[in-house]
């Protein structure tokens, strides 16, 4: 016999009740139980035999046959989340303030970069932050390919006047013209050196229009007369406008 069948003969012994009148007493044929315990004729209680035969003998409908109830899964809380450290981003906003553009280039093709600067304001655009409120602040276009990869013909460059140069720093050169009243000219190049008879800036690409001696990492150095230097600026931001 199988567990359930021998179970519920020992229950219904114990209980001093017959397999024929537990038949009889859950509405089935007198030979039903008999038939499930000795022959497994059904091979399986139906559930409501079961559950009468349960609880007439005192014992568990599992023992009977039945598969146990399947937990349900308890619904896990959620974890906690950890507890803010910050506020939210602010929104930052920028004062709606402006700086002048500079530095037209001659007619034809640019000359190592070469542009224009004879005090026209060509534009205004929004002033990077570390320069508002700089007193003479100003900002030139690239012309020409000299400066590449660094600087790109077009884009937007913006000097501290007040700021002393370094050596690798790329500055905006002021140059005066070659008679008295001519107008001044700008490059945008790499500080190299300055003594008492010239100044030293260096580009990255090769001169168009004149010789000049080789420099370390690919750079090309052009020297202007000390003379005729009216103001070396260094460059503190670039990019489009």
């Known amino acids: 016999m199988t567990d359930a069948r021998s179970i519920l003969a020992e229950a219904a012994d114990r209980a001093g009740v017959s397999l024929k009148g537990l038949s009889e007493e859950a509405g089935l044929n007198h030979a039903y139980l008999q038939q499930f315990v000795k022959r497994g004729v059904p091979r399986k209680l139906p559930e409501d035999v079961r559950r009468f035969v349960a609880q007439r003998l005192g014992i568990s409908e599992i023992d009977l046959g039945a ?6 899964k308890t619904e896990r809380a959620p974890a906690s989340l950890p507890s803010p450290n910050a506020s939210p981003p602010i929104p930052v906003t920028f004062p709606n303030v402006t700086i ?11 000359d190592n970069g070469k542009f224009i600067l004879n005090g026209n304001r060509l534009m205004d655009v929004l002033c990077p932050p570390m320069l508002i409120g700089v007193q003479g ?8 390919n000299s400066m590449k990869p660094r600087y ?9 006047p007040h700021l002393p140069i370094r050596q690798e720093d790329y500055a905006v050169v002021q140059i005066a013209g070659e008679f008295e009243g001519d107008t001044s000219s700008g490059f945008v190049k790499q500080f190299i050196s300055r ?6 800036m260096a580009q990255h690409q090769p001169p168009e229009t004149e010789e000049a001696e080789s420099y370390s ?6 020297r202007f007369p000390r003379s005729k230097v009216i103001a070396v600026h260094r460059i503190v931001w670039a990019g489009e406008v």
């Not at 598969?67 to 349900?72: K, S, Y």
């Not at 002048?100 to 640019?110: F, R, T």
């Not at 602040?137 to 020409?144: D, L, M, N, R």
């Open 195 to 200: 003594n008492a008879n010239e100044l030293v």
């Open 100 to 110: 002048g553009m500079y530095g037209a280039v001659a007619g034809g093709a640019p």
């Open 217 to 222: 990492e690919g750079r090309f150095l052009l």
């Open 152 to 160: 790109r013909e077009g884009e937007a460059v913006f000097v501290n």
């Open 137 to 144: 602040a100003y900002g030139v276009f690239i012309h020409g």
């Open 67 to 72: 598969l146990p109830a399947v937990a349900t």
